[in-house]
């Protein structure tokens, strides 16, 4: 069983950049499917991004974060990142990122099975 630690939030202004890591432990990192979810105060968890357990893996994003974010995969460092340029205050949310067995990714949170603990992105404006 898989565990998920995130680091790499914090404030920022509105057009900056950051950088989130997801570091994995307990299982074969290479053997997941992973994605970032994120959820803003009042409402649902979202789909971000999604790579399959190949960092050669086609990528998924959202259409609000595509061409800003980029979601890429260590699998010798097991960790997952997602780098986030142009930021913008409706980026604010708590990020989070979701790992599932096997190759297939999901745009749906349900499909998930093991989670960080999030960590939260605030945008100024």
């Known amino acids: 069983q898989v565990q998920l630690v995130e680091s790499g939030g914090g404030l920022v202004q509105a057009g900056g950049s950051l950088r989130l890591a997801c570091a994995a432990s307990?299982?074969?990192?290479?053997?997941?499917?992973m994605a970032w979810f994120r959820q803003a105060p009042g409402k649902e968890r979202e789909f971000v991004a999604a790579?399959?357990?190949?960092?050669?893996?086609?990528?998924y994003y959202a259409d609000s974060v595509k061409g800003r974010f980029t979601i890429s995969r260590d699998n010798a460092k097991n960790t997952l990142y997602l780098q986030m340029n142009s930021l913008k205050p409706e980026d604010t949310a708590v990020c989070t990122c979701?790992?599932?067995?096997?190759?297939?990714?999901?745009?749906?949170?349900?499909?998930?099975?093991?989670w960080g603990q999030g960590t939260q992105v605030t945008v100024s404006s």
């Open positions: 790579i399959g357990r190949s960092s050669s893996s086609y990528k």
């Open positions: 307990g299982g074969t990192f290479s053997n997941y499917a």
């Open positions: 979701a790992a599932v067995d096997g190759g297939t990714v999901y745009r749906a949170p349900d499909m998930y099975h093991y």
